[in-house]
T-cell receptor
């Protein structure tokens, strides 16, 4: 049972344009959401997070939007840069879950120069 | 300030052998998580440990897998009598405290190949 779903396995974007990465979840107990970026043969690197009490969090070129009623979140990267090419994982945790994370399968982002 | 250190980076074992994966958390971090990533999949939680205690092992297979985080030294994930299906990337993450809404910092992973 996939509780965090990243339905698009890949996304290709032109440099300078916006990248929008989507994530859906089914567990209504999730209250904290994170995005991780992963390069091949490396571990995931934390990018940005959002608590369920917010609907938007921004950090530089990265913005995460949360729509609780739709159980949907998205990561916006603008402007996209070639160095952003990586696999992006959406993750979620629930209260009392010891901060353990449930991950989606990831989206491979390719930013074309 | 070194990040989360995992070793070895790559490990090849024959079926039936034992695999030991080591994880040293970031300095000052006393909470360790192990995740496994199968090919084409996301990371799956296995176990959460604090020093000398297993807090949550709900994601750990009941047989052949064990984990420890001793008072001194790294956390160890041990897989006995490995099978081909154990081939995966194993990631360790650490955090400084047990709290809600805490991001974890990941190591570079150990890629286990069972031949």
């Amino acid at each position: 049972d996939q509780q965090v779903k990243q339905n698009s396995p890949s996304l290709s974007v032109q440099e300078g344009r916006i990248s929008i990465l989507n994530c859906d979840y089914t567990n209504s107990m999730f209250d904290y959401f994170l995005w991780y970026k992963k390069y091949p043969a490396e571990g995931p690197t934390f990018l940005i997070s959002i608590s369920s009490i917010k609907d938007k969090n921004e950090d530089g070129r990265f913005t995460v939007f949360l729509n609780k009623s739709a159980k949907h979140l998205s990561l916006h990267i603008v402007p996209s840069q070639p160095g952003d090419s990586a696999v992006y994982f959406c993750a979620a945790s629930a209260p009392g879950a010891n901060s353990k994370l449930t991950f989606g399968k990831g989206i491979t982002l390719s930013v074309r120069p | 300030n070194a990040g989360v250190m995992q070793n070895p980076r790559h490990l090849v074992r024959r079926r039936g052998q034992e695999a030991r994966l080591r994880c040293s958390p970031m300095k000052g971090h006393s909470h360790v998580y192990w995740y496994r990533q199968l090919p084409e999949e996301g990371l799956k939680f296995m176990v959460y440990l604090q020093k000398e205690n297993i807090i949550d092992e709900s994601g750990m297979p009941k047989e052949r897998f064990s984990a420890e985080f001793p008072k001194e030294g790294p956390s160890i994930l041990r897989i006995q009598q490995v099978v081909r299906g154990d081939s995966a990337a194993y990631f360790c993450a650490s955090s400084p405290y047990r709290g809600e809404n805490t991001e974890a910092f990941f190591g570079q992973g150990t890629r286990l190949t069972v031949v």
